[in-house]
RNA sequence: CGGGGUGUAGCGCAGCUUGGUAGCGCGUUUGACUGGGGGUCAAAAGGUCGCAGGUUCAAAUCCUGUCACCCCGACCA
């Protein structure tokens, strides 16, 4: 096998195995397997699984996981290819990890805990603990510390292209959501943050490599600021196909372009003032069973904007931070329309928080699900955080005194006409101007659209949909010390490796794009990601006719000049052929028929075009298409 | 994990209430006619009705269990 091959290196008509120009495919419908379909299966809602299903790019096998099929694996192909020359351009290497891995890995980390049913895990025959790779940084992390000694082999950048396996509890929208789907993940390692060879420097090339890669992919695509997750880290952006129907949310500044997911978006500075006079007496109201602030709303016939969530937060931190920060309980209080955010509230608090347990806060005394502004006043340890929104006690719209409904701290029990300075326990107002530690005022929620801008003065937040498609972190030591991948410096002394990852979703991206750009016929691939870039349909079949001569010389000339061809040849009536082409969504389609062939031409048509196309000389067409391909 | 739903031919579905010969459309095969936006006619192939028990003379249909899948929610690099 080994000598077959190479004596075909030799054949190859260049004389040379670097530096050839490339030369396109031909491929004929009836000789590879396009499955096409009038009917999507009737698990398939989003547009995307829909039309890559009837078009024969994918095929379910099970829950989340799907087989690409030839179609699917060209496009994957080429945005692979796109992602590789870029990588590589920005001093990446790729290689290949395992997607079988042992448990083991993840001990030092205790990642097998955080990710819980989300990893993929087993035990093979003898009983040892394994997993499929959902990510990888513990297993390069593993392999560079036993191959990396000193900082003269840094900075590195390594990727690979691969199966990742994430147990979904719920895989959704085909290829968006899957439990099995194609990843690139990149990882750089690096001594320090600043400088050359630094975290930044290295963090920069992949932003712009990012870009790069999805502008060649032909996405209408935003950066966003993000929140680094569970994957940990200090700082980190996504890249987010727009498209109405994405899950994701993310906030757009309209005048300076900043751009952040809802988690991430600093909201610009809001008013608030605690004084106002009662909108009533305080009245108890009892709620049983609600505990949320929908059913209470309900229940009360309440409006949630007119409601006090309190969320309670436990201090995560060491009994010498507890003595820092003098205490050990946040509770967050936003209106009843808003959600909590939690990287905000640790923020703003000044130290590590996670949401109380709930028995644990219990035993505190509070009366979760029910709890007031009023729980953290006079215990011990409780700072009291305030979005402005919630630390209001006039209604700004109407003048009138601010109507607040909050839980009465006790089980199944909420309060009517809460107000700040009658019933906090403590005069907020006053509390505030003396500087008073355990209260604070401070954007501790999630973004929503109308928020002003926090970059641009009078200017509101727009949301906008997106699908996240690609993810860059610094991830600083996070690893490398819970690891223990430390090497020497230049002054000799043993220092943890700064490290950043990077990832893209290369099978989502293909969804994403779909979602993206589509019409009512079906696909409509950018050219640098279509699985082949013009298909020919004669208009017969037979192989001795004029029609296919042309054909066959015209998909020679178009493969030599570097396109890919899908040659329609299929014996079937003409209306089938365009209904499948438009369907597949190849970016241009040359119909080669009789009456055209006798005046020397041919029908060119832009997929997005409507109608049959414009006759253009057979000597002409191959330019043609390598114009419009760009 | 909570709520709802579905498993019948490759795909989309009917049949189940009221037990008795397994059906329709698309697709597939053969033949003829056709031939520029998913054609027409004729013939044919293809199903242990998700699986396992039970009731019954008889189960796609009723009962029990189980598995799988989907939708909404919760969750989510």
Redesign the pocket.
């Known amino acids: 096998m080994n000598q077959s091959s190479q004596t075909e290196t030799k054949r190859d008509g260049s004389g040379s195995i670097v530096g050839t120009e490339r030369r396109g495919v031909i491929h004929s419908w009836s000789r590879t397997l396009i499955?096409?379909?009038?009917?999507?299966?009737?698990?398939?809602?989003?547009p995307s699984?829909k039309l890559l299903?009837?078009g024969g790019f994918i095929r379910?096998v099970?829950?989340?996981?799907y087989e690409y099929l030839p179609l699917g694996w060209r496009v994957l192909t080429k945005i692979s290819n796109i992602v590789r020359e870029e990588m590589d351009a920005a001093g990446g290497s790729e290689f290949l990890m395992p997607a079988l891995l042992p448990t083991e890995l993840l001990k030092e980390t205790g990642r097998a805990e955080a990710y819980?049913d989300?990893l993929f895990r087993f035990e093979d025959r003898h009983g040892r603990d394994s997993y499929l790779g959902?990510?990888h940084e513990e297993v390069i992390t593993d392999l560079m510390r036993g191959t990396i000694s000193s900082y003269k082999h840094l900075p590195l950048n390594l990727y690979q292209i691969q199966t990742?396996y994430?147990d979904?509890?719920?895989?959704?929208?085909?290829l968006l959501?899957?439990r099995e789907?194609l990843?690139k993940?990149a990882y750089s390692f690096a001594m320090s943050v600043e400088g050359p060879g630094g975290l930044n420097e290295q963090y920069d090339a992949m932003d712009r490599a990012y870009q790069r890669i999805f502008e060649r992919c032909g996405l209408d695509f935003t950066r966003v600021e993000a929140?680094?997750?569970?994957?940990g880290g200090s700082a980190s952006h996504?890249f987010m196909v727009n498209c109405a129907t994405g899950?994701?949310t993310i906030m757009v500044c309209p005048k300076t372009g900043y751009a952040a997911n809802v988690e991430k978006c600093e909201t610009g500075p809001r008013k608030h003032d605690f004084a106002g006079d009662p909108s009533g007496e305080l009245e108890e109201v009892h709620t049983p069973g609600c505990p949320g602030i929908e059913d209470v709303s309900k229940l009360m016939k309440v409006k949630p904007r007119n409601m006090l969530k309190t969320v309670v937060f436990k201090v995560q931190s060491t009994a010498a931070d507890l003595e820092k920060f003098g205490e050990e309980w946040v509770l967050a209080v936003v209106r009843g329309d808003h959600d909590v955010n939690e990287g905000k509230v640790r923020d703003a608090a000044g130290c590590p928080v996670v949401l109380a347990d709930a028995e644990e806060a219990k035993a505190k005394g509070f009366a979760i699900g029910f709890v007031s502004p009023r729980a953290a006043v006079g215990k011990k340890g409780v700072l009291l955080l305030v979005d402005p929104d919630a630390a209001q006690g006039v209604d700004t719209a109407s003048g009138k005194p601010m109507f607040w409904v909050t839980g009465a701290d006790k089980v199944d029990h909420h309060v009517k006409h809460f107000n700040w300075v009658r019933d906090l326990g403590k005069d907020p107002v006053e509390a505030e101007r003396a500087g008073d530690k355990f209260l604070m005022v401070a954007d501790i929620r999630n973004a929503v659209e109308g928020d002003p801008s926090p970059r641009a003065e009078g200017v509101a937040l727009e949301a906008k949909r997106g699908i996240?498609v690609g993810?860059i972190?610094k991830l600083g030591t996070k690893y490398s010390e819970a690891m223990g991948f430390e090497i020497l410096d230049e002054k000799q002394e043993r220092r943890p490796v700064i490290m950043g990852c990077y990832?893209i979703?290369v099978s989502?991206t293909m969804a994403a794009c779909v979602e993206m750009i589509h019409d009512e016929?079906?696909i409509v691939w950018p050219a640098p990601i279509a699985p082949y870039h013009v298909i020919l349909?004669p208009?017969?079949?037979d192989a001795a006719s004029d029609v296919m001569r042309v054909a066959c010389d015209l998909s020679g000339r178009l493969a030599r000049a570097g396109c890919d061809v899908l040659v329609d040849d299929?014996?079937?009536?003409?209306?089938?052929?365009?209904?499948?082409?438009?369907?597949i969504g190849v970016p241009l389609?040359i119909?080669?028929?009789?009456?055209?062939?006798a005046q020397g031409g041919v029908?060119f048509?832009v997929r997005t075009?409507?109608?049959?196309?414009e006759v253009v000389a057979v000597d002409g067409v191959v330019e043609r298409c390598l114009a419009m391909l760009g």
């Open positions: 499955p096409t379909a009038k009917d999507a299966p009737s698990d398939a809602e989003a699984h299903s009837r379910r099970g829950a989340g996981i819980g989300l959902p990510t990742k994430r979904e509890f719920r895989p959704r929208a085909g959501r899957c789907f990843m993940d929140e680094s997750g569970p994957i996504e899950e994701d996240e993810h972190f990832g979703g989502r016929n079906g349909v208009m017969t079949n299929r014996d079937e009536r003409p209306g089938v052929k365009f209904k499948d082409a438009d369907l389609r119909v080669i028929g009789e009456k055209a062939l029908e048509k075009d409507a109608g049959k196309g």
